[in-house]
């Protein structure tokens, strides 16, 4: 067992990042740190870019939030149509999808695509569909070539983190409303919360604001403000699995949300029964760390050795992550655009562990993260 005071002589968390940057780990990042009544503590580090006259990342420093989607919009909306009783997290796929039929898929459960366990690839090449179309004749596209693939497995007998198994479930949240997953997240999640500056598509009004991604050869553009995963660009940036564009203290209220059980300044949007049931392990597949759309804790994880076990969180490809802890009623918001010039560069996956001891140490100790 690794205790807290094994490692008071640790760098502390900005120094941990302020390293990594001068290794090439990232361009910059931003963090922030709150509970469930306030934020503590933000800070912002390194620059946008790698170029020497970059400018450097402040408060408002907007970052693609890549998978963090997946539990900003996605899951906190299939809780919600959950608790309404439209959804049922027990019914076959096939109940809202009919297309998504035969063999092994009639035994898929939307339970099974929240907890990464449906049998789904993790990718594919979707947006090679993507040629000259409306978004409408994409996204259907895409739906026809997810039911036509085979299972990769049996649904429940592993957990495979899949983005695909992510469209399908926003799929089935657009059929049930009628909506579009932009409008649902304005409507449901956006507008009740007073949430700002978190958006899909960002305007080009607010692109010099915004950390760039990749040189992405596919595109043969520098990303800036334009979605960095290919299956959301090929959707016009709006995706279940990723597209959302944020700053990091726009992203805390629906920590606190969470850290609140569902209510936040007198706006509830789900019961806390329901909060319990996706934040917590599904334990539908033997070993997995997988909750309801959410992770939790787990040997390796990039949350490192201190989040209690009533912790639960996710990462995103472009180098965020969003951790929460229940029982010390604590989360970090970490940004960084790592994929910057390329995704190639795999840094920040040991930077991330270290990242988080530093900050539950300050944490337990309530010390200046920077100090």
């Keep these: 067992m690794i205790s807290v005071s094994n490692l008071v002589e640790k760098e502390d968390a900005s120094q941990i990042l302020a390293k990594a940057i001068s290794t090439g780990a990232m361009p910059g990042a931003v963090f922030l740190t709150g509970n ?3 934020i503590i503590d933000e800070r912002c580090l390194g620059n946008l870019t790698y170029a020497f006259d970059s400018p450097p990342t ?3 420093t907007i970052y ?3 998978s963090l989607t997946k539990i900003i919009v996605t899951t906190p909306l299939a809780m919600i149509l959950y608790e309404r009783g439209l959804l ?3 019914a076959p796929v096939k109940r809202y999808i009919p297309e998504f039929s035969g063999k092994e898929k009639d035994d898929v459960l939307v339970i099974d695509l929240l907890a990464h366990c449906s049998g789904l690839l993790w990718w594919t090449d979707l947006y090679k569909l993507a040629i000259d179309e409306s978004v409408t004749i994409t996204k259907q596209r895409y739906i026809d070539h997810i039911c036509e693939l085979p299972l990769d497995y049996l649904p429940r007998s592993k957990s495979i983190y899949s983005d695909l198994g992510f469209l399908v479930l926003g799929e089935i949240l657009e059929r049930l409303t009628q909506s579009s997953l932009d409008q649902l997240f304005y409507d449901e999640i956006f507008k009740p919360l007073g949430m700002k500056d978190i958006q899909y598509r960002p305007s080009k009004v607010c692109h010099e604001l915004i950390a760039p991604t990749e040189k992405d050869p596919w595109r043969n553009c520098l990303l800036q403000g334009i979605v960095h995963d290919e299956n959301a660009f090929g959707l016009g940036g709006i995706a279940a699995h990723a597209g959302l564009f944020s700053t990091a203290r726009a992203i805390a209220p629906l920590a606190q949300l969470f850290l609140q059980d569902g209510t936040l300044n007198g706006k509830r949007l789900f019961s806390p029964e329901t909060s319990h049931l996706f934040t917590t392990q599904s334990n539908i597949v033997h070993n997995s760390s997988r909750a309801l759309g959410w992770d939790t804790p787990d040997f390796g994880s990039s949350c490192g050795h201190f989040f209690s076990s009533k912790s639960y969180g996710h990462t995103g490809f472009t180098g965020t992550s969003l ?7 604590f989360f970090v918001i970490l940004l960084t655009n790592r994929v910057h010039p390329t995704r190639d560069n795999q840094k920040l996956a040991s930077v ?4 988080h ?5 300050a944490n337990e100790k309530n010390l200046d993260p920077a100090r």
Excluded: C, G, N, V
């Design 352 to 355: 991330r562990p270290a990242f």
């Design 88 to 90: 049922d997290l027990e």
């Design 64 to 66: 693609d939030l890549a």
């Design 36 to 38: 469930s009544d306030e």
């Design 323 to 329: 951790w929460l802890d229940k029982e010390k009623d």
């Design 58 to 60: 402040t408060s408002e």
């Design 357 to 361: 001891d530093a900050i539950m140490i």
